[in-house]
């Protein structure tokens, strides 16, 4: 079955902290993503890559930064935990050309 | 850019009725048009897609939905709702020159009676 993995399903973090978020899927997918859910403004894009090193910035990447070493792991880094960063994150990929995302289950991330 | 409109933050269906989901969207051209369930603490899965050809189209568990361009709806339907479909139902849509850039609604709520 494939599959893209979250590293953690609940995180705590402290305010100031710095935070990794990791996602591996094993789809050899080209196309990653990370979306943040929060209720009633559905998900919002933060990052995605289409290629290894290569990134673009989304709709809300302001305090956040990502990086993508090899084909298969995409992290979502926080600088700087903010409390405003409480939120689910979601991971995705797909193939070249689309075909429709594969998700991860998510990391319920709260700022404290 | 396309973007979507989900105008049912949340719905109620009694167990064996019928459901329908609405979903709107905008975009300059035919776009690619996708629902997703997420179950509560749960990643997204895909229910269905449409890219073109037939404006009906099939997906899983049981669900269909209709492209109308007339009316830039793509509509979610499924004749009889069973408890396990209480969910949180998401509309994207996505350019078919770009799909990396793929636009969620807000999402509709699906609670089932007994």
């Known amino acids: 079955d494939v599959k893209v993995t979250q590293s953690s399903r609940y995180l705590v973090k402290r305010t100031g902290e710095k935070v990794f978020l990791e996602c591996v899927q094993d789809?050899?997918?080209?196309?990653m993503f990370w979306y943040r859910q929060d209720p009633g403004l559905g998900l919002r894009l933060i990052y995605f890559?289409?290629?290894?090193?290569?990134?673009e910035k989304g709709d809300i990447p302001e305090g956040y930064s990502v990086s993508r070493e090899k084909k298969e792991r995409f992290s979502l880094i926080l600088e700087s935990a903010s409390t405003n960063q409480t939120s689910m994150y979601l991971c995705a990929s797909s193939p070249f050309g689309g075909a429709g995302y594969t998700f991860g289950s998510g990391t319920r991330l709260t700022v404290v | 850019a396309q973007s979507v409109t989900q105008p049912d933050i949340h719905i109620t269906v009694s167990e064996g009725a019928s459901l329908e989901l609405r979903c709107n969207y905008s975009?300059?051209?035919?776009?690619?048009l996708f629902w997703y369930v997420q179950s509560p603490g749960q990643g997204l899965q895909l229910l269905l897609k449409y890219f073109s050809g037939d404006t009906l189209v099939q997906g899983i568990k049981g669900f269909e939905a209709e492209f109308k361009r007339s009316q830039s709806s793509f509509n979610l339907r499924k004749p009889s709702v069973h408890w396990s479909d209480a969910a949180e139902y998401f509309c994207a849509v996505a350019s078919p020159y770009n799909n990396n850039d793929m636009r969620f609604g807000a999402g509709t709520r699906l609670t089932v009676k007994p």
């Open positions: 890559s289409y290629d290894v090193k290569m990134k």
């Open positions: 975009y300059g051209a035919t776009p690619y």
């Open positions: 789809m050899d997918h080209e196309n």
